[in-house]
């Protein structure tokens, strides 16, 4: 929502202020828009494989939602984690696996719907889950494949957000090769009047300010929010790896959701006494 609420702002400040003592006709010449926006996709096409180009349709539609990472779901998250950890505590590894093996007829998991939904982050949670039943493990190797886990999920949501940044970088370019084309144009076109030479000159000027406008205004900015939102969803999973990991080195259920609420960012942390009542209270 606020990546829209900025473009009609950038719109105002530019196209609204030139409005002001120039006409807006002026900057309509449909060519260059089709130029410009043709070359942006064709680099795109062109620079990228077809995983990447898909990655970055479906990136792009959740800057306009709200993100789901919040205050709210951080303490289902924690709660859901010391409901599991406490099961295992007082009945055993053992006690766990059928929620692990079938996650979605789990009774614990299906009373956290803001969690369960995640379908990236509960196969994480499930498979670490699965390993702790299958026997004994080494907590230090267990965190090094998490860690590889974590860094390559962390890449793969890197992938738009590098595509989208090297758009918004060769948008100017765009626009100078589309004012270059208007430029040559105009030049096959010395004999026309002054007043027609104006026109031509003006509207190749405008792949310039497009270029430039489409690229710093709007394609960097949405490159910006992907990064934002692809930082939001990685730490969903540092959160999981300190709660498991805490347990796998022996502390108690409450101490071990204490290790995960500590990496959550500040605005999305509840603090301990929230996640104590939270947690008080769903027991009850």
């Not at 993100?67 to 053992?94: C, F, H, Q, T």
């Not at 989208?164 to 100017?172: F, I, L, R, S």
């Not at 100078?176 to 030049?187: D, E, L, Q, R, S």
């Not at 939102?229 to 071990?256: D, F, H, R, T």
Request: with cysteine; charged share 15%; proline share 5%.
């Amino acid at each position: 929502m606020l990546l829209i609420v900025g473009y009609v702002i950038i719109l105002a400040a530019s196209v609204g202020t030139y409005a002001i003592h120039g006409s807006l006709a002026a900057l309509w010449v449909p060519t260059e828009y089709v130029a410009i926006f043709g070359l942006m996709v064709g680099g795109l096409v062109a620079g990228n494989g077809m995983k990447t180009i898909k990655a970055v349709g479906a990136a792009v539609p959740t800057v306009f939602k709200g993100s789901p990472y919040n205050k709210a779901m951080y303490i289902d998250l924690l709660s859901m984690l010391y409901e599991i950890l406490a099961k295992v505590r007082k009945e055993g590894l053992m006690s766990i696996e059928n929620d692990v093996e079938n996650p979605d007829a789990s009774p614990i998991f299906s009373k956290y719907p803001s969690v369960s939904s995640d379908h990236h982050a509960m196969e994480f949670l499930t498979d670490y889950l699965r390993m702790m039943v299958g026997g004994n493990l080494n907590a230090f190797e267990i965190e090094n494949l998490m860690d590889m886990e974590i860094e390559t999920h962390h890449q793969e949501a890197h992938v738009p957000v590098h595509a989208v940044t090297k758009m918004a970088d060769g948008v100017p370019a765009f626009g100078i090769v589309v004012a270059v084309m208007g430029v040559v144009n105009v030049m096959g076109s010395v004999g026309q009047p002054p007043a027609v030479l104006g026109k031509m000159i003006g509207g190749a000027l405008v792949g310039t300010f497009l270029g430039i406008l489409l690229s710093y205004g709007f394609v960097g900015p949405l490159a910006g929010q992907l990064e934002q939102k692809m930082e939001e969803g990685g730490k969903i999973y540092q959160c999981m790896k300190v709660v498991l990991l805490a347990s796998m080195n022996g502390y108690a259920p409450q101490v071990a959701i204490e290790f995960g609420r500590k990496v959550l960012y500040s605005g999305d942390r509840p603090s301990f006494k929230e996640l104590e009542e939270e947690v008080k209270n769903r027991k009850k």
